[in-house]
């Protein structure tokens, strides 16, 4: 039977799909010696795996629900989101694909104008298609219930229609060398397609993505031209993005001034 602590811990790590020891002893105000030992009876059980410092809710080698996911690393996906929208222009071109962490950055650049923005979200196109003169081009093909996203074949041939100044693509992981991975391979083939149609290649990935694998690669860090990201990456992820010449931006709680990508 789970006592009152153990309980919490296993609401916490579920509505945030991946929590630290230490953000758990700083929520739960407890010492890591008392979390730790009320984790060692749930990963017995296996409602939770301990991974590399943090706990995570066992499940299939996928992503979990979209609105599990939307609330999974909030607030980091917020900064990251911020981060862009002060990074792009009004009228500026980009590609946008239907992850949790995009509906973040669409939802950022909702003051922006004069858009132009790809995407094969319709949550995306609802949220940037009818305001202040931006043009919003939705890809068709099988939409998955999952997320209203679309993907196929016909997706990949209308992006390819495009050219535009930024692919902003987010990824399950970004494994240790610095490769853009996907749970899925038709988020790999999106994210493959928009990154040849772009100027710039813009990665946006939280912590608890950097440094880990998924099941498919899309491409390798000389294909990307920046990162934004919450937290630094890992000292090995981050030699491979320096040595592909690779910008690594660490949204800032706040940032006083807007800055375009790219100069």
Do not use: W
């Not at 939770?48 to 999974?72: C, I, N, T, W, Y």
């Amino acid at each position: 039977m789970q006592n009152r602590r153990q309980a919490d811990i296993l609401r916490i790590t579920r509505e945030r799909g991946s929590v630290s020891i230490r953000e758990l002893t700083s929520v739960l105000g407890v010492s890591d010696e008392t979390i730790r030992r009320n984790l060692k009876p749930l990963v017995a059980t296996g409602l939770l795996q301990k991974v590399h410092g943090a706990v995570v809710v066992p499940d299939r080698p996928e992503e979990p629900p979209f609105q599990r996911r939307m609330h999974s690393h909030k607030q980091a996906k917020q900064r990251i989101a911020s981060e862009v929208a002060r990074r792009v222009r009004d009228g500026d071109s980009l590609i946008l694909d239907g992850g949790t962490s995009n509906v973040c950055v669409a939802l950022a650049l909702r003051d922006h104008s004069g858009l132009l923005v790809v995407t094969n979200s319709a949550e995306i196109a609802c949220l940037l298609g009818t305001r202040n003169g931006n043009r919003v081009f939705l890809a068709g093909g099988e939409l998955r219930a999952d997320d209203a996203a679309a993907f196929g074949e016909a997706t990949l041939a209308f992006l390819r229609q495009f050219h535009v100044r930024f692919a902003v693509l987010s990824v399950s992981a970004i494994s240790p060398q610095g490769e853009a991975m996907y749970f899925q391979l038709c988020d790999a083939d999106y994210a493959r397609t928009a990154s040849a149609q772009a100027e710039q290649v813009v990665l946006i990935a939280d912590h608890s993505k950097l440094g880990h694998q998924a099941v498919v690669r899309a491409f390798g860090p000389q294909d990307v031209g920046l990162l934004v990201t919450d937290e630094p990456p890992p000292d090995r992820l981050l030699r491979h993005l320096s040595a592909a010449s690779v910008e690594v931006v660490v949204a800032p709680a706040n940032v006083p001034a807007e800055q375009a990508i790219g100069g």
